[in-house]
């Protein structure tokens, strides 16, 4: 457990997450590591979440901390069903006029409702914060009487050319909902300071936290589903517009050419998942490639595999890769936006690639193979520079930033203000 600072006077730290649900994704995950993080000696917690899901039950309910109170604000069949068809793409012409144009107006008020009693009640003495770990739930209750931390998981750069309308939302919500923005890394945090400067004060640093004594247990675990032959793996969410698994199989299939002896597994599932199958089988490496579907334990898949190949056009943090750094795995990554090349520290603790170029990823997939000197140089590198990133630092870091804005808002006239 983190060694967080206590709250003035020894008191309990009353912080509220929200979410807008659980499906398979590293906002998720990383959500469950932070609330893992924060030592109950310290803090009180509760989260709500706003719709239910069969990931939520299946998989996250038993890894969230027992002292997490966890609320459902919309659990009801009419509430929330089409919005689970509508994730899996099920949702039919007339499911989506309702989902998208006759509910809202009636669910908004509803939830929002439930959730500031929840805010109030939910602990005696009400909780004195507020974290809305995916920006959706200033969209239902607009700025709180307490202070609200939001939490940009994405790069805001990408905003800025082609999504004018997204780009003044969040801006509109940085200005007047939040007291203070996460950003995941230096770059996002830059982005967002650059393209917003008239919140550049709120937007904070804060790196995700990473259990690492947790993921290294995973790892070592027995998995009798492993391939018998050496491999490359892959583990991300099979979406095309994000992930470019295409310029992976694509760089797999010129190594195959030139004789290589690891076959790849792709770990994760998704909409793309059968177009890449398709692209596999035309690109005549679908013997050579395992689609491993989703893993409720991917670290030991990350622990036995030769190299991990990271590919996305896009990212935020890149959770993946320091989860595969924390086990010991050479690490090849696209150089996208924003996340990998900081992960990554320049290039010292894993490979970085051109976004979108099979012949470099090939070339550095094969270095990182081959080159017995490199590799032992990027996991030692690795080790040391991951350290910053476990439970301890983020814990203490989230602590602080959460006294800082409570004192903040008791002073008498923030306090008058908010009232």
């Known amino acids: 457990m983190a060694e967080a600072m206590p709250a003035p006077g020894g008191r309990k730290q009353r912080i509220l997450f929200h979410v807008t649900h659980f499906m398979h994704g590293g906002i998720e995950t990383s959500l469950v590591s932070l609330l893992a993080s924060l030592d109950p000696e310290h803090f009180e917690l509760g989260l709500t979440v706003t719709y239910p899901s069969p990931e939520l039950e299946s998989h996250f309910r038993q890894r969230l901390p027992a002292h997490v109170q966890v609320h459902v604000l919309a659990p009801e069949r009419w509430l929330s069903h089409c919005r689970q068809l509508k994730k899996q793409r099920r949702l039919g012409p007339l499911g989506k006029l309702y989902e998208e144009a006759l509910l809202p107006p009636v669910r908004k008020p509803v939830v929002r409702r439930r959730f500031l009693r929840i805010l109030r009640e939910g602990v005696p003495g009400g909780y004195e914060a507020v974290v809305d770990y995916d920006m959706s739930l200033s969209r239902i209750t607009g700025p709180l009487a307490v202070p609200m931390i939001g939490y940009q998981h994405f790069s805001v750069a990408h905003l800025a050319s082609g999504h004018g309308r997204k780009l003044r939302k969040l801006r509109h919500q940085c200005q007047v909902d939040y007291d203070a923005v996460v950003l995941l890394n230096e770059s996002m945090t830059a982005d967002a300071r650059r393209l917003m400067p008239e919140s550049a004060d709120k937007f904070v640093k804060l790196y995700n936290a990473f259990d690492f004594a947790r993921i290294r247990r995973l790892a070592g675990e027995a998995e009798p589903g492993l391939p018998e032959r050496p ?8 979406e095309e517009s994000q992930k470019d698994f295409g310029t992976l199989l694509r760089a797999y299939a010129q190594l195959v050419r030139q004789g290589l002896a690891e076959d790849l597994v792709i770990v994760g599932d998704g909409a793309s998942r059968q177009a890449l199958e398709a692209l596999a089988r035309e690109l005549g490496i679908d013997a050579r490639v395992r689609f491993a579907g989703f893993q409720a334990n991917p670290f030991v898949w990350m622990r036995h595999a030769r190299l991990m190949a990271f590919s996305s056009k896009m990212e935020g943090l ?85 006294g800082r804005l409570t004192r903040q808002a008791a002073a008498p006239a923030a306090a008058a203000a908010r009232a």
């Open 231 to 238: 491999y490359i793996v892959s583990v991300a969410r099979l």
């Open 318 to 402: 890149g959770n993946v890769l320091v989860e595969a750094l924390a086990v010991g795995l050479v690490v090849v990554s696209t150089d996208c936006p924003v996340g990998p090349r900081e992960m990554l520290d320049e290039g010292r603790a894993g490979l970085l690639v051109p976004v979108g170029d099979p012949a470099a990823l090939a070339e550095a997939i094969a270095r990182g193979l081959h080159d017995e000197s490199l590799r032992q140089s990027l996991r030692d590198h690795a080790a040391r520079h991951i350290e910053q990133m476990g439970f301890g630092p983020t814990a203490a870091a989230f602590s602080g930033l959460v």
